[in-house]
């Protein structure tokens, strides 16, 4: 199979879901994509050839949630996780882990990360090795109400005549909640860091509030920050100084979001931070708006300030905004239950990853464009959200590009 990605400045759209990029020896760049199908270039990107990943003649089974890194001892590690459901209990998604001493081509026997929480899983690409050689990875465990009422419904708005669900997670009782995966022999065990991430807003007084699909990224100082998505208006941070093992309280950072997940990464030759995430507004939110900007951003210390604000996909929502300036009061925000009327070039652009190789900066993200709806009920009494394009774009850029304004 071959698929034309593009050459340096370039885009492509692909229906082949989220991916990984990881450079290898000899001029090479390794990609695996949904399902575990792994893709090799030798044109540092610019045509992919590959299938199944395989061991030997063994297809490995992985589902959606999946990480890839190069360890120190040179081999390269992959995470992925599979949905499964253990006799006599519930539905589940377990982590397992393999590691590869000759590029990919074939691979030890996997392991499967043990951990307290029942519904846990790492976001996509999050698995990162620190200068030591301890390999981090951040889970989000899942804690979902049980009650008969209220049911999930979204809200809601009109688009090309039809309805349409906007928004999902913040209309029903869930707290999700942070934690940290480390090991320091590549993977042969594993331990869990001390306590959870969740929000303890104002002391508690505030109240608590979900800390959910978290990015991790090491710092200039040494030190590891984490960004999560959460219902208060910006993405809310936290830093740890011992490798992962314990973390700040979450507190606000200064970047406006919906709740929906950052992409975090390090630049590998400045190690400034590079944050991918949908920048909107409180009022934006409101009006069903919540991924219809997605923005970059670099901090070159650690996340205190951020510069180089710049839009990645816009629709929907103003075009001439870089900066969203963050609210002075973090507070719960959620879409409208009824946003009436969508702009006809409302869009959905999120769930972005961010790669580094061969010098340039591997781009991706979920891109949804209007006009949408659809007539087909979800079985809760509301409708199921439908687009007329759904799809990844996958762009190839010069780093400069994200410190250019």
């Known amino acids: 199979m071959t698929d034309v990605a593009g050459t ?28 575990l199908e792994a893709f090799c270039s030798t044109d540092e990107g610019l045509t992919w050839e590959g299938g199944p990943l395989q061991d030997g003649d063994e297809q490995i089974s992985g589902g959606r949630n999946f990480s890839l890194c190069r360890l120190k001892s040179g081999a390269i590690a992959i995470l992925y996780n599979r949905e499964e459901r253990l006799p006599g209990g519930p539905l589940c998604y377990p982590s397992y882990f393999r590691t ?34 301890r390999i981090v990875v951040p889970f989000r465990a899942i804690n979902p109400s049980s009650y008969s009422k209220p049911t999930l419904l979204p809200g809601y708005g009109n688009a090309g005549g039809r309805r349409v669900a906007v928004e999902g997670h913040a209309h029903a009782p869930e707290m999700d909640i942070g934690f940290v995966m480390y090991s320091d022999d590549e993977g042969e065990s594993w331990t869990q860091s001390e306590g959870k991430i969740y929000i303890w807003w104002k002391d508690g007084f505030g109240g608590m509030f979900p800390c959910d699909e978290p990015a991790i990224a090491p710092t200039r100082d040494g030190r590891l920050l984490i960004l999560m998505r959460t219902t208060l208006g910006v993405l809310f941070q936290s830093w740890s100084d011992d490798e992962g093992e314990t973390w700040t309280m979450p507190e606000p950072s200064p970047l406006s979001s919906s ?10 030759e400045t190690g400034d931070l590079v944050c991918v995430w949908n920048q909107v507004s409180m009022r934006e939110i409101q009006a069903g708006g919540r991924r219809c900007r997605l923005s970059s951003a670099v901090t070159k210390d650690g996340g205190v300030t951020w510069e180089h604000f710049k839009t990645i996909e816009v629709g929907g929502v103003d075009r001439n905004v870089r900066w969203v300036r963050p609210p002075v009061e973090p507070a719960f925000v959620r879409s409208f239950d009824e946003v009436g009327d969508l702009p006809d070039d409302w869009g959905m652009f999120s769930y972005a990853n961010l790669n580094f190789a061969m010098g340039k900066a591997f781009l991706e993200y979920e891109y949804r464009v209007g006009p949408y709806g659809t007539d087909e009920q979800d079985g809760r009494g509301g409708w199921k959200m439908g687009w007329r394009t759904q799809a990844r774009k996958r762009r190839v850029l010069p780093v400069e590009w994200f410190y250019d304004d």
């Open 8 to 35: 340096t400045d370039t885009e492509t759209l692909s229906d082949e879901g989220s991916s990984c990029t990881l450079e290898l020896a000899e001029g090479r760049i390794l990609r695996i994509t949904d399902g």
């Open 100 to 133: 590869s001493p000759d590029e990919g081509r074939t691979w030890s026997a996997e392991s499967r990360l043990d951990f307290v929480e029942g519904v846990a899983w790492a976001w996509h690409d999050t698995m990162t090795v620190l200068p030591s050689g």
């Open 259 to 268: 709740y929906s997940p950052a992409r975090l990464r390090a630049v590998p």
